[in-house]
């Protein structure tokens, strides 16, 4: 089975980071990985679209029962709100966070709680996140620790 690695941050989010995570999703895509995430706009969109551009596949798991991004190869349409957060990092096998707001928080600590690696881009600045100073090595310590785990 592919490795899964989600990447997390805000639906509405700057240039910088749209490009960040678009960068992102390209990376986890040239690795071999499924890209997760929660299948909307802003840094969602950008690492779909990256994975995409890669040829790489995009996987969204939706707080609701709408179609998610342009970028997504699958859909699911979860209809629990807040609760697909868990949805989402249970399907991970490491987590990789961009910028992010209260919801990424909230991502980040259902995967800290859950033993699941978090590489941060960008990102709030708490124990258990491991800072990356580069894309390139947040997505290397994500695939070589989603590795480990599968």
Do not use: H
């Not at 096998?93 to 991502?107: H, R």
């Amino acid at each position: 089975m592919a490795m899964q690695i989600a990447v997390i941050g805000k639906e509405e989010c700057t240039a910088e980071e749209y490009e960040a995570a678009r960068a992102a999703g390209s990376l986890v895509a040239e690795q071999g990985a499924v890209l997760c995430c929660g299948g909307r706009g802003g840094v969602m969109e950008a690492a779909c679209r990256g994975a995409r551009e890669a040829g790489g596949t995009a996987v969204g798991i939706l707080p609701d029962t709408g179609k998610g991004n342009p970028f997504l190869n699958v859909a699911i349409r979860t209809g629990m709100g807040y609760g697909r957060n868990v949805v989402l990092v249970q399907s991970a096998d490491a987590v990789i966070a961009v910028g992010g707001g209260y919801g990424t928080l909230s991502e980040i600590a259902i995967a800290l709680k859950a033993g699941k690696p978090v590489f941060g881009y960008r990102t709030w600045d708490i124990p258990g996140i491991v800072v990356c100073v580069t894309l390139e090595e947040a997505v290397s310590r994500a695939v070589a620790a989603a590795g480990r785990s599968g």
